[in-house]
């Protein structure tokens, strides 16, 4: 029931961030975040579309502005190499973040990546540059999958 209760809350914190912003949160946008909270991995926009209303009346164009509204807002993240998306732990878009990415079952995992980043950020830096947000996709094999081969 934990689970159901981290929803609520993202869900909460989703509300709240699009009003602190002046942004709608529609009932689509709305829909699509409890979609990527209900995934046990990345989703793309076509997985989505056929869960989110009974008369198919969404449309593909529809969802990707959802999804990136999302992502634009910290509520999700893209991951580029799957060309899928992930709903972020409540404040964990403003992290840097590191995405490890099973290449047999496409389960995702995401940490917080802060303290390998030190490097990376001081390196920036010298170069006058200010990270804010970084993210890096590892693949490879789960635990899983690895005792299953």
Same mark, same amino acid.
């Given at each position: 029931?934990?689970?159901?209760?981290?929803?609520?809350?993202?869900?909460?914190?989703?509300?709240?961030?699009?009003?602190?912003?002046?942004?709608?949160?529609?009932?689509? #946008?709305?829909? %699509? !975040?409890?979609? !990527?909270?209900?995934?046990?991995?990345?989703?793309?926009?076509?997985?989505?579309?056929?869960?989110?209303?009974?008369?198919?009346?969404?449309?593909?164009?529809?969802?990707?502005?959802? !999804?990136?509204? !999302? %992502? #634009?807002?910290?509520?999700?993240?893209?991951?580029?190499?799957?060309?899928?998306?992930?709903?972020?732990? %409540?404040?964990?878009?403003?992290?840097?973040?590191?995405?490890?990415?099973?290449?047999?079952?496409?389960?995702?995992?995401?940490?917080?990546?802060?303290?390998?980043?030190?490097?990376?950020?001081?390196?920036?830096?010298?170069?006058?540059?200010?990270?804010? #947000?970084?993210?890096?996709? +590892?693949?490879?094999?789960? +635990?899983?999958?690895?005792?299953?081969?």
């Amino acid at each position: 029931m934990a689970h159901a209760h981290n929803h609520t809350a993202q869900i909460a914190e989703a509300e709240k961030r699009c009003a602190d912003a002046g942004e709608s949160f529609t009932p689509l #946008r709305r829909r %699509v !975040l409890e979609l !990527l909270l209900e995934q046990h991995g990345p989703a793309k926009a076509y997985d989505l579309l056929p869960l989110i209303d009974a008369d198919k009346s969404a449309k593909p164009p529809t969802v990707y502005r959802a !999804l990136d509204f !999302l %992502v #634009r807002m910290g509520l999700a993240h893209r991951i580029e190499s799957l060309n899928a998306f992930m709903a972020c732990e %409540v404040g964990a878009c403003e992290r840097s973040t590191i995405f490890l990415i099973c290449e047999k079952c496409g389960g995702a995992e995401e940490f917080d990546a802060g303290h390998a980043l030190i490097d990376l950020a001081d390196a920036a830096k010298k170069d006058g540059f200010s990270i804010r #947000r970084t993210m890096i996709e +590892a693949s490879g094999l789960c +635990a899983q999958c690895q005792q299953a081969a």
